[in-house]
T-cell receptor, first 113, second 111 residues
Framework: IAGITQAPTSQILAAGRRMTLRCTQDMRHNAMYWYRQDLGLGLRLIHYSNTAGTTGKGEVPDGYSVSRANTDDFPLTLASAVPSQTSVYFC????????????FGQGTRLTVV | DAKTTQPTSMDCAEGRAANLPCNHSTISGNEYVYWYRQIHSQGPQYIIH???NNETNEMASLIITEDRKSSTLILPHATLRDTAVYYC????????????FGTGTRLTIIP
């Protein structure tokens, strides 16, 4: 089934631990994105990648890192989790250069305690 | 990305047409307007997009003004399931697509 997949669906993480959220798409989209969404707030861009091998910082990049080794995968890493990183994380991919819309994953609910 | 402005919230009666406005006065000539919605805590869902002409699909219609500085998303017969936050975005297609979302319009369909 074509689309974008995130893992895990949810996670409880102890503060100070390292965590990688996974995101994979099979649509061969050039661009991928990571967002966080806190209760009652909109989507805030953490990091993005316009093509494999390149990444960029969004609105709230501190405490997060990403890599884009290939077209399909765009993992988000929290090197040392803090409670303020408790949020729902959404991954998305798009190919706007071809006029195609973005598709979003189902989200990862992360709780840092 | 071109900045967009949307009302914070709107109500619409069930069965009526819901018209959601969006201003994007800094849009460039080859930038598309995209609409998404987010139902409860699900991932945003693509609805429709357009460049100059009006567009229609099975979900909605998109009306873009001639000067392209604003657009309106129309849900022709709103149902309770259309209650969601609706986002209008204009992503840059110059190789620097940050794809930022604003706060959107919270649409509530009233029974």
């Amino acid at each position: 089934i074509a689309g974008i997949t995130q893992a895990p669906t949810s996670q409880i993480l102890a503060a100070g631990r390292r965590m990688t959220l996974r995101c994979t798409q099979d649509m061969r989209h050039n661009a991928m994105y990571w967002y966080r969404q806190d209760l009652g707030l909109g989507l805030r861009l953490i990091h993005y990648s316009n093509t494999a091998g390149t990444t960029g910082k969004g609105e709230v990049p501190d405490g997060y890192s990403v890599s884009r080794a290939n077209t399909d995968d765009f993992p988000l890493t929290l090197a040392s989790a803090v409670p303020s990183q408790t949020s729902v994380y959404f991954c998305a991919s798009s190919d706007y250069d071809r006029g195609l819309p973005a598709f979003f994953g189902q989200g990862t609910r992360l709780t840092v305690v | 990305d071109a900045k967009t402005t949307q009302p914070t919230s709107m109500d619409c009666a069930e069965g009526r047409a819901a018209n959601l406005p969006c201003n994007h006065s800094t849009i460039s000539g080859n930038e598309y307007v995209y609409w998404y919605r987010q139902i409860h805590s699900q991932g945003p869902q693509y609805i429709i997009h357009g460049l100059k002409n009006n567009e229609t699909n099975e979900m909605a219609s998109l009306i873009i003004t001639e000067d392209r500085k604003s657009s309106t998303l129309i849900l022709p017969h709103a149902t309770l399931r259309d209650t969601a936050v609706y986002y209008c975005i204009v992503p840059s297609n110059f190789g620097n697509e940050k794809l930022t979302f604003g706060t959107g319009t919270r649409l509530t369909i009233i029974p």
